[in-house]
């Protein structure tokens, strides 16, 4: 078992003094602090490697190739893809997603056809679908959430007609850290012959995911929500679907032959990468991603869940509060309210006790318009979090209530 005191370590910013004192960051689900072999990483290519991809023959730029295709076989083998072909490279979880809405709703979504999401969706997984729908005049349905913010999944059969293109979920909700049965949806959706989009957003950092095992049609996830940089993503995809969809996004780096007249495209990873992919950002998710299996999955899931069920039991202590997704099949983040606080009040005063948390819709309106509240705080975590955080964390939600509730 790794020594967690000794992996914070490896996070220069932690090490900041805010407000004169150590902070604790609990907003991990937003993004996560980077450690410091992906900051060298990233220097190192800067300083000695840079030059564009797959345009040059000269030695810096068959360098800079070599190593962002390095980063595409380091992915691939942590998604346990087939092929590296089938990795994509975006700027992120949305823009993975924007690009399957415009190429597969292009191929595949006509009127009156319909798509299914879930009432717990990132606006970055709703939003792309509603406006395809609307542009095709097709239908989006949602597979409701109940009370405690588990998906209805009864519903889902349901919901299922022939004109089902598409069913587009996440794995892990960035509100409740829900975990959804993606592999009963999975195959449910294939019964039918619909395909099947997994947002894997909020899941990748906390646990091992195996696109073969899922066997869904297509896998996204951001870099810099597993400690590497912003603006780099990943878009998955079932070779046999890739080959079927034709390009969204046009640009250099992404032809076999262009005339006049006519263009062809690569075949796939290229045809989706139209023009200058952020080369320095696949180099920094490699870095991310070997920093993460030398540590190793086992360790950071066991060290992730002795510190989650503490936050959980700490939870229970506190009084006036309510918690959001209270249910076993969770993990990385608990969403909650104080009686009569405002969310907003509350962070703001939680963030001069040096506790740096996330309040408002965190991107999900129809959920919070499911609950009937306006926003949450979110307390996120990550590896680097530990117990005494979690203290630190309840010290000032009390501190909070305090000073804004004297009864309390
Ligand atoms: N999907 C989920 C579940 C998320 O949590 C997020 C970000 O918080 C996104 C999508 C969007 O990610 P990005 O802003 O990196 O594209």
Partial sequence: MNDINHLREDFPILKRLIYGKPFVYLDNAATTQKPQVVLDKILEFYTTQNSNIHRGVHYLSEEATAAYESARETVRKFLNADDVSE??????????????????????????????????????????????CKRKGAMLKVIPVDDNGTLVIDKLNELITQKTRLISLTYVSNVLGILNPVVEIVKTAHSFDIPVLIDGAQAVQHFPVDVKALDCDFFVFSGHKIFAETGIGILYGKQNWLEKLAPSRFGGGMVKKVEIEETSFADAPLKFEAGTSNFAGAVSLKAAIEYINNIGFSDIMAHEQD?????????????????????????????????????????LI??????FVRTGTHCAEPLMKHFGIDGTIRASFALYNIRDDVDKLVESIKRVQKIMCAEI
């Fill in 307 to 347: 510190v989650f069920d503490y936050a959980v039991g700490k939870f229970k202590e506190l009084e006036k509060i309510t918690i959001y997704g209270n249910v076993s099949n969770r993990c990385g983040m608990l969403s909650f309210n104080l009686d009569k606080i405002h969310p907003y009040d509350a962070a």
């Fill in 350 to 355: 939680m963030d001069k006790t040096g506790v």
């Fill in 87 to 132: 990795i994509i490279f975006t700027h992120g979880t949305t823009d993975s997603i924007n690009i399957i809405a415009d190429s597969f709703g292009q191929a595949f979504i006509n009127q009156g056809d319909e798509i299914i999401v879930t009432g717990m969706e990132h606006h970055s997984n709703f939003i792309p679908w509603q406006m395809l």
